[in-house]
């Protein structure tokens, strides 16, 4: 069974940056979509971005376009989400899930298409 864990949040001032690395094991990972997903006090769970299983296809909310950008290492089994001039508004839980596929250059935001999902890790932006 695919197990993903997610690290590298944490309370940054709002312009700055973070990266979240989601790791997997149980499985191989590039048989896998990668999505990340955050979910704000009050609020519904959202996509924030997805990525292909050979990484050429990616997709991104258009709250986070042009300032967030997934990419993965499936040789180490890893993905991650680099996310620049965070703003208050993106202080959230990030989730990333995995989406088994048969196709190398599809990506999906729909949350139902993922079975797996991680614990996920606390991102706050603050001053």
């Known amino acids: 069974q695919l197990q993903l864990v997610e690290s590298g949040g944490g309370l940054v001032q709002p312009g700055g940056s973070l990266t979240l690395s989601c790791a997997a094991s149980g499985f191989t990972l590039d048989n896998y979509i990668i999505g990340w997903f955050r979910q704000a006090p009050g609020k519904e769970r959202e996509g924030v971005s997805c990525i292909s299983r050979n990484g050429g296809i990616t997709n991104y909310a258009d709250s986070v376009k042009g300032r967030f950008t997934i990419s993965r290492d499936n040789a180490k089994n890893t993905v991650y989400l680099q996310m620049n001039t965070l703003k208050p508004e993106d202080t959230a839980i990030y989730y990333c899930?995995?989406?088994?596929?048969?196709?190398?250059?599809?990506?999906?935001?729909?949350?139902?298409?993922?079975?797996?999902w991680g614990q996920g890790t606390q991102v706050t932006v603050s001053s």
């Open positions: 899930a995995g989406g088994p596929s048969l196709f190398q250059t599809i990506c999906f935001m729909q949350q139902a298409r993922y079975g797996y």
